[in-house]
């Protein structure tokens, strides 16, 4: 998706995917997230990598999941008006909630069983205990 994005190559290594998240950010003027081992937040200047997940969760729909995780934290984020928490740190918190959300379900389904349904009954806990 960053390749098309950019309509170039981007290697897939952690100076490509950094250079590759930074430089959508830059050029939509919006916060950018590259999924994947180790997803990236960035807002064009930070750059946030999320040292959680793993490989059940690429499964149909856990992206979807993650966008109304990032829809609801962006407009927590909005409501709060707090300097420290803005957009990018909404962002960060959702990638992450919905990453431990992931390993949590992993843990009691299994990688190879997971589905997008398992992340969303796993969140109340995991915001319970990791709440940003």
């Not at 430089?23 to 919006?30: H, N, V």
């Not at 064009?44 to 992206?63: E, I, Q, Y």
């Not at 829809?71 to 709060?80: E, G």
């Not at 008006?81 to 919905?98: L, S």
Request: with cysteine; proline share 2%; charged share 25%.
């Amino acid at each position: 998706e960053a390749a098309r994005l950019l309509g170039r190559a981007v290697l897939d290594d952690e100076r490509g995917r950094n250079e590759a998240v930074r430089e959508i950010a830059l050029k939509s003027g919006a916060i950018a997230v590259l999924k994947g081992a180790g997803t990236l937040v960035s807002d064009g200047t930070r750059v946030w990598k999320c040292d959680h997940g793993n490989p059940g969760m690429a499964t149909a729909g856990s992206g979807d999941v993650l966008a109304g995780i990032l829809v609801a934290y962006a407009a927590r984020a909005r409501a709060l008006e707090q300097r420290d928490y803005g957009a990018f740190e909404a962002a960060c918190a959702a990638v992450y909630m919905h990453a431990l959300a992931g390993d949590e379900a992993a843990t009691s389904k299994g990688e190879r069983a997971l589905i997008a349904s398992d992340l969303i009954d796993e969140l109340p806990d995991v915001q319970d205990y990791n709440e940003p």
